[in-house]
Nanobody, 124 residues
């Protein structure tokens, strides 16, 4: 059974940092693009960041560019999202996802596997 399990969420103040982790089990994703999406209450799920199978290419939403960094460790079958300079508008449930594509995508439909999500709350 394939599972993606996110961890590292929590309650922080604006300007703080958090590091999310996503551990995959049940199969290796070393040849798949991986991504992070988020969903705030009353809003649609939105793209945050994606990383290619090798980690050589990364993509970010404009709203997080320069503040968030996605990375991966294929030996550990794990993907990370380092979030710095957090803002109140970053508050959301963050989802880890694995793509059928090698390079990831900003489209929800490109992803086949999803984690349960981890809550990130940023207070002012």
């Amino acid at each position: 059974q394939v599972q993606l399990v996110e961890s590292g969420g929590g309650l922080v103040q604006a300007g703080d940092s958090l590091r999310l982790s996503c551990a995959a089990s049940g199969r290796t994703f070393s040849t798949n693009g991986m991504g992070w999406f988020r969903q705030a209450p009353g809003k649609e799920r939105e793209f945050v960041a994606a990383i290619s199978w090798s980690g050589g290419s990364t993509y970010y939403a404009e709203s997080v560019k320069g503040r968030f960094t996605i990375s991966r460790d294929n030996a550990k079958n794990t993907v990370y999202l380092q979030m710095n300079s957090l803002k109140c508008e970053d508050t959301a449930v963050y989802y880890c996802t694995a793509s059928r594509l090698m390079y990831g995508s900003d489209r929800v439909g490109s992803y086949d596997y999803w984690g349960q999500g981890t809550q990130v709350t940023v207070s002012s």
